[in-house]
């Protein structure tokens, strides 16, 4: 069961991770991603460092919340 929800969670961070890095447009996620209060954007001549940390804790909570629903 868990092993079932790890591949699932890792296909799903990698699909997005390539979705960012191509810079899919996904209106209702990329309105908000790394734009709230709390995160960090970086920016020094042609680097940008993208540095989350609000969506990261928010995005924690529904993972973890989620989680517990599926483990009962």
């Known amino acids: 069961?868990?092993?079932r929800f790890l591949t699932l969670?890792?296909?799903l961070m990698v699909a997005t991770g390539i979705?960012?890095?191509f810079e899919v447009e996904i209106p209702w996620f990329s309105s908000w991603?790394?734009?709230?209060p709390g995160d960090?954007?970086?920016k020094k001549g042609?680097?940008?460092i993208f540095l989350?940390?609000?969506t990261s804790f928010i995005l924690s909570g529904l993972l973890?919340?989620?989680g517990s629903l599926f483990k009962k």
Request: aromatic share 8%; charged share 5%.
């Open 9 to 11: 969670a890792i296909f």
């Open 52 to 54: 989350p940390f609000t």
């Open 33 to 36: 991603i790394g734009h709230l």
């Open 40 to 42: 960090l954007i970086l």
């Open 1 to 3: 069961m868990i092993s």
């Open 19 to 21: 979705a960012l890095h």
């Open 64 to 66: 973890t919340a989620l």
């Open 46 to 48: 042609k680097a940008i």
